[in-house]
């Protein structure tokens, strides 16, 4: 399957050269050296451009100047190195540019029912009967040919077909390796079957090519279970939508439907595209983009997001961006191009499998050519009780260099880390955290310390009424009507807290307002029923003549947006408090009820006359359910430390740092500051991750290892800043994305660790006869691919808490 579009036109000499790009799906590409091998053949054609090929995608990107090659011509390149472009072009290049299709990924394989895997079928029986006659019904197994004065029984014939069936597609890939100048695994099996079958090892040459056939099937078909979790991924985005054109329902593709238009989703339908819900009420599952286990109540002026499945209403959205521009097309790009970038890791690797092939074949051949020219007569060992034999013939020492040759292929170490990054990249992303890149994976599970921003991160970042306390014989219900009822008047957000808890609280008719007017700094006031009422931090009241029994404190403020450190509880109005009557506390509030209420880092609306009190109600940005447990967790996984970072105030920072249970806490700071506090975590305790809100706190974000974006669905700052995203509003992620990536970081080490040991162990039994090729190809190559497979899928089971 392919694809063309128009590229960016370039400058080539007085014009500009038109550019295509043919994105293919090439399946059987699954591992490093396949690509290499590709890359070279797609290199000698003239006027391709670049090329970008995914192994973990099982996809190629090819960039190419049509006026000098074709697509067809690009096709032909990767076929030439052996491997099937499924879907290959069947018309020319300019119609299939308008065509559409898209190769994200390769489509799922056949793998046990495909031509290669019936010739291994074939090659299985035969060998299963060659090995019957050979052992077993010896009497039966009589010459029936001769070549070369040598006679060839039942068994040789019946290995020489499994051969023919099952090593014939391994010689073709060598020869193709061999034409593309890779040493890889294909050249190097089919060297060995050549070989062995050259000089009479018809058991050995037959058994290999099986094996090897069998353990290519296998490793296929974990790369694609390893691809069925970007593909699931993939296949969240609705292709249809259903769409109000000229006042009627029109079923369209999703790619057709305009920025403005409405989409209409039913109960069950997936969301089709991002947008804006116009009318109709749900609870949508937005589990898919945000990881939000509970589903989400959706009303009119709420943003909804492509991929998201309404639960049980019916919705009317607008749509606000076209299908390949919505929140889950850009987290599904920005997943593949985080499997396209090479980790630090990777590149060791590659560049350790570069030496270690050649290494190795080199001591293939040394193993072959060496010991029979200077063993004269066997030697028999007993070690650890096994019959070691050193004997000098060509046959035995020939066979064990074709058994070095197998564990020469350094496939299970080159991707082990490839198919980690892979699972646990696509496994966050289904769980709401975006991470950019498998360098930031590792990165993160190795941070010593997390820095967390306190306002939108730990808290809500939206102040909300926490406490109401009325005054003497005042009910709740007369302190909010008042509260209220002079609030209405005011846009601050203090007047907006109070009068959402009001209409919460069933408290709706609220007394007339007159002479409304703003205190500077203080509060408000305002008459009703003609008598004056204030609103206002306790100083006001004070200054009225009350004598209140609360904290004396630097700042009466509302918590700060932990960004500029200001202390927004100031009116902007002017005002005078005009002379009343002074009055005392005459034991209105209880001795320590309001220093109780400002020790917890909320600011404090007295509501009163000049002369009596009506109570007082605190108001807080309220800290987030998840943030405690989240702290928590965060320390028993090992970060060493962790401190939340504000513009705020000291008392309020303070009491949300006691109420969190963060290490440290750091007040009062700037953005720049926020930095420099960064910059001394590092220096006393190693590598920092910074948890913001992906805008405000960009410079911390971008000094420390990792930042990490708060909330960033639908935001595409955040989306762009960040090097990790928390989809959707949930610091409660923070711990699972470290266990993941602290995992991952584990996995790593274990399968690269384990595969060396492993064929370090083989190499080492080689020499000492202990180790077959058919050991060499079960444990060496077959086995250890599949076990760093099965190693690496293991992060797809790790899941945040709920």
Same mark, same amino acid.
């Given at each position: 399957?392919?694809?063309?579009?128009?590229?960016?036109?370039?400058?080539?000499?007085?014009?500009?050269?038109?550019?295509?790009?043919?994105?293919?799906?090439?399946?059987?590409?699954?591992?490093?050296?396949?690509?290499?091998?590709?890359?070279?053949?797609?290199?000698?054609?003239?006027?391709?451009?670049?090329?970008?090929?995914?192994?973990?995608?099982?996809?190629?990107?090819?960039?190419?100047?049509?006026?000098?090659?074709?697509?067809?011509?690009?096709?032909?390149?990767?076929?030439?190195?052996?491997?099937?472009?499924?879907?290959?072009?069947?018309?020319?290049?300019?119609?299939?540019?308008?065509?559409?299709?898209?190769?994200?990924?390769?489509?799922?394989?056949?793998?046990?029912?495909?031509?290669?895997?019936?010739?291994?079928?074939?090659?299985?029986?035969?060998?299963?009967?060659?090995?019957?006659?050979?052992?077993?019904?010896?009497?039966?197994?009589?010459?029936?040919?001769?070549?070369?004065?040598?006679?060839?029984?039942?068994?040789?014939?019946?290995?020489?077909?499994?051969?023919?069936?099952?090593?014939?597609?391994?010689?073709?890939?060598?020869?193709?390796?061999?034409?593309?100048?890779?040493?890889?695994?294909?050249?190097?099996?089919?060297?060995?079957?050549?070989?062995?079958?050259?000089?009479?090892?018809?058991?050995?040459?037959?058994?290999?090519?099986?094996?090897?056939?069998?353990?290519?099937?296998?490793?296929?078909?974990?790369?694609?279970?390893?691809?069925?979790?970007?593909?699931?991924?993939?296949?969240?985005?609705?292709?249809?939508?259903?769409?109000?054109?000229?006042?009627?329902?029109?079923?369209?593709?999703?790619?057709?439907?305009?920025?403005?238009?409405?989409?209409?989703?039913?109960?069950?339908?997936?969301?089709?595209?991002?947008?804006?819900?116009?009318?109709?009420?749900?609870?949508?599952?937005?589990?898919?983009?945000?990881?939000? *286990?509970?589903?989400?109540?959706?009303?009119?002026?709420?943003?909804?997001?492509?991929?998201?499945?309404?639960?049980?209403?019916?919705?009317?959205?607008?749509?606000?961006?076209?299908?390949?521009?919505?929140?889950?097309?850009?987290?599904?790009?920005?997943?593949?191009?985080?499997?396209?970038?090479?980790?630090?890791?990777?590149?060791?690797?590659?560049?350790?499998?570069?030496?270690?092939?050649?290494?190795?074949?080199?001591?293939?051949?040394?193993?072959?050519?060496?010991?029979?020219?200077?063993?004269?007569?066997?030697?028999?060992?007993? &070690? &650890?009780?096994?019959?070691?034999?050193?004997?000098?013939?060509?046959?035995?020492?020939?066979?064990?260099?074709?058994?070095?040759?197998?564990?020469?292929?350094?496939?299970?170490?080159?991707? *082990?880390?490839?198919?980690?990054?892979?699972?646990?990249?696509?496994?966050?992303?289904?769980?709401?955290?975006?991470?950019?890149?498998?360098?930031?994976?590792?990165?993160?599970?190795?941070?010593?310390?997390?820095?967390?921003?306190?306002?939108?991160?730990?808290?809500?970042?939206?102040?909300?009424?926490?406490?109401?306390?009325?005054?003497?014989?005042?009910?709740?219900?007369?302190?909010?009507?008042?509260?209220?009822?002079?609030?209405?008047?005011?846009?601050?957000?203090?007047?907006?807290?109070?009068?959402?808890?009001?209409?919460?609280?069933?408290?709706?008719?609220?007394?007339?307002?007159?002479?409304?007017? *703003?205190?500077?700094?203080?509060?408000?006031?305002?008459?009703?029923?003609?008598?004056?009422?204030?609103?206002?931090?306790?100083?006001?009241?004070?200054?009225?003549?009350?004598?209140?029994?609360?904290?004396?404190?630097?700042?009466?403020?509302?918590?700060?947006?932990?960004?500029?450190?200001?202390?927004?509880?100031?009116?902007?109005?002017?005002?005078?408090?005009?002379?009343?009557?002074?009055?005392?506390?005459?034991?209105?509030?209880?001795?320590?009820?309001?220093?109780?209420?400002?020790?917890?880092?909320?600011?404090?609306?007295?509501?009163?006359?000049?002369?009596?009190?009506?109570?007082?109600?605190?108001?807080?940005?309220?800290?987030?359910?998840?943030?405690?447990?989240?702290?928590?967790?965060?320390?028993?996984?090992?970060?060493?430390?962790?401190?939340?970072?504000?513009?705020?105030?000291?008392?309020?920072?303070?009491?949300?740092?006691?109420?969190?249970?963060?290490?440290?806490?750091?007040?009062?700071?700037?953005?720049?500051?926020?930095?420099?506090?960064?910059?001394?975590?590092?220096?006393?305790?190693?590598?920092?991750?910074?948890?913001?809100?992906?805008?405000?706190?960009?410079?911390?974000?971008?000094?420390?290892?990792?930042?990490?974006?708060?909330?960033?669905?639908?935001?595409?700052?955040?989306?762009?800043?960040?090097?990790?995203?928390?989809?959707?509003?949930?610091?409660?992620?923070?711990?699972?994305?470290?266990?993941? *990536?602290?995992?991952?970081?584990?996995?790593?080490?274990?399968?690269?660790?384990?595969?060396?040991?492993?064929?370090?162990?083989?190499?080492?039994?080689?020499?000492?006869?202990?180790?077959?090729?058919?050991?060499?190809?079960?444990?060496?190559?077959?086995?250890?691919?599949?076990?760093?497979?099965?190693?690496?899928?293991?992060?797809?089971?790790?899941?945040?808490?709920?």
């Amino acid at each position: 399957m392919t694809e063309n579009s128009d590229s960016a036109g370039q400058a080539s000499g007085s014009g500009q050269r038109r550019e295509l790009t043919a994105r293919l799906a090439v399946p059987e590409m699954d591992c490093p050296s396949c690509a290499q091998k590709v890359d070279k053949s797609l290199q000698r054609i003239d006027g391709v451009v670049d090329t970008t090929l995914q192994p973990t995608t099982g996809t190629a990107s090819v960039t190419y100047d049509p006026d000098r090659t074709s697509d067809a011509d690009v096709v032909k390149a990767v076929e030439a190195a052996g491997y099937e472009v499924v879907g290959g072009p069947d018309s020319d290049a300019d119609e299939r540019a308008d065509s559409g299709d898209s190769v994200d990924i390769a489509p799922p394989s056949e793998v046990w029912t495909s031509p290669r895997a019936k010739k291994t079928w074939i090659g299985a029986a035969l060998v299963t009967f060659g090995l019957l006659f050979e052992f077993l019904l010896t009497a039966q197994n009589v010459a029936v040919a001769g070549v070369l004065g040598s006679p060839l029984h039942v068994a040789d014939l019946l290995f020489l077909g499994a051969v023919a069936a099952s090593g014939v597609p391994v010689v073709r890939s060598g020869y193709y390796s061999a034409k593309n100048r890779s040493l890889d695994i294909d050249l190097l099996m089919g060297t060995a079957i050549i070989a062995a079958t050259g000089i009479g090892y018809f058991v050995e040459a037959a058994t290999l090519a099986v094996l090897f056939s069998i353990a290519e099937m296998l490793e296929d078909y974990a790369m694609d279970r390893a691809r069925d979790s970007l593909r699931e991924l993939m296949e969240l985005s609705p292709d249809e939508a259903t769409v109000m054109r000229d006042g009627e329902e029109v079923t369209v593709p999703a790619d057709e439907v305009e920025v403005g238009e409405t989409v209409v989703v039913r109960p069950g339908d997936k969301i089709p595209l991002d947008g804006t819900v116009i009318d109709g009420e749900s609870a949508v599952d937005q589990s898919p983009i945000t990881g939000e *286990s509970v589903p989400v109540d959706k009303t009119a002026g709420d943003e909804v997001y492509a991929g998201a499945i309404n639960e049980e209403g019916y919705l009317e959205v607008e749509v606000t961006s076209t299908a390949g521009d919505s929140t889950l097309s850009r987290i599904i790009e920005m997943v593949q191009g985080a499997q396209a970038k090479k980790t630090d890791t990777e590149q060791f690797v590659d560049r350790f499998s570069g030496y270690y092939t050649p290494v190795v074949v080199v001591l293939a051949i040394l193993t072959a050519a060496i010991p029979p020219l200077v063993i004269a007569d066997p030697v028999t060992v007993d &070690a &650890a009780g096994y019959g070691v034999t050193f004997a000098g013939d060509w046959q035995t020492w020939f066979i064990r260099g074709l058994t070095l040759l197998v564990i020469a292929c350094p496939c299970a170490f080159v991707i *082990s880390t490839p198919v980690s990054v892979v699972s646990g990249i696509t496994s966050a992303a289904k769980n709401g955290v975006l991470i950019k890149g498998g360098n930031y994976l590792e990165a993160m599970g190795e941070v010593d310390a997390v820095a967390v921003d306190k306002t939108g991160t730990l808290t809500k970042g939206e102040l909300a009424v926490t406490d109401v306390v009325p005054a003497g014989d005042t009910d709740v219900a007369t302190l909010l009507s008042h509260a209220a009822g002079l609030e209405r008047c005011s846009e601050h957000p203090i007047a907006t807290a109070i009068l959402t808890h009001a209409t919460e609280e069933g408290v709706n008719d609220l007394p007339d307002l007159t002479g409304f007017e *703003s205190l500077t700094g203080k509060g408000i006031r305002g008459k009703i029923d003609g008598e004056t009422y204030y609103a206002g931090k306790p100083a006001l009241f004070e200054e009225l003549g009350f004598d209140l029994p609360r904290a004396r404190r630097e700042t009466d403020g509302v918590p700060g947006n932990g960004a500029t450190g200001g202390s927004p509880d100031h009116r902007s109005d002017g005002g005078v408090v005009a002379e009343e009557t002074a009055a005392s506390n005459d034991g209105a509030f209880a001795e320590d009820a309001l220093a109780a209420l400002e020790r917890e880092g909320k600011t404090v609306v007295i509501i009163g006359t000049g002369s009596k009190l009506l109570g007082a109600i605190a108001i807080a940005d309220e800290v987030r359910p998840a943030s405690k447990r989240a702290v928590q967790r965060l320390q028993e996984l090992g970060v060493e430390r962790v401190v939340m970072l504000t513009g705020d105030n000291e008392g309020t920072a303070r009491a949300i740092a006691e109420a969190v249970g963060v290490d440290e806490y750091r007040a009062e700071l700037l953005p720049d500051e926020k930095v420099d506090a960064v910059e001394e975590l590092q220096s006393e305790y190693g590598e920092v991750a910074m948890v913001g809100d992906g805008i405000n706190d960009a410079p911390a974000l971008a000094t420390a290892e990792v930042g990490i974006a708060m909330g960033a669905a639908g935001t595409d700052t955040a989306l762009e800043t960040a090097d990790i995203a928390l989809m959707g509003d949930d610091v409660g992620k923070l711990p699972y994305l470290y266990e993941l *990536s602290h995992t991952a970081n584990g996995v790593i080490r274990q399968n690269i660790w384990v595969s060396l040991g492993v064929k370090f162990l083989l190499a080492l039994g080689v020499p000492l006869g202990l180790v077959s090729v058919a050991l060499a190809v079960v444990v060496g190559d077959m086995g250890m691919s599949l076990g760093v497979t099965g190693n690496a899928m293991r992060l797809s089971r790790i899941e945040p808490d709920r």
